[in-house]
């Protein structure tokens, strides 16, 4: 079949212009890239930057969860410890007026 009587994998009601050399689907203009001087659909394409990406850490969630955690521990304990720093204050600090309260003439 020639590729004018084809028709868009993702549009099938429009005219194919391009068959993608990864996976051999047809695709409108819309649906092609160019990369390398070649035209690959947007699954293709994603898969292939995937690939030039490098590998996945397989433990990248771990990690990521570590870092949340640590950050709450970090936060919580520096609340803590302004509270302890608020509570030693002696009471007699907050007086205004000396022991009898009151205010000095």
């Known amino acids: 079949m020639t590729l004018s009587r084809e028709r868009c994998f993702n549009h099938p009601m429009r ?3 391009a068959r993608c050399p990864e996976c051999g689907r047809h695709f409108c203009r ?3 890239n160019e990369h390398e001087d070649r035209l690959l659909c947007a699954f293709c394409l994603g898969r292939r930057l995937g690939e030039l990406a490098g590998p996945r850490r397989p433990l ?4 990521r969860m570590a870092q949340v955690f640590l950050g709450f521990l970090v936060i919580w304990s520096s609340c803590y410890l302004l509270g302890r720093l608020l509570i030693a204050i002696p009471s007699s600090f ?11 003439p």
């Open 94 to 104: 907050h007086d205004l007026g000396g022991p009898s309260g009151g205010m000095v």
């Open 15 to 17: 005219e194919a212009v």
């Open 30 to 32: 819309e649906c092609v």
């Open 60 to 63: 990248a969630w771990f990690a």
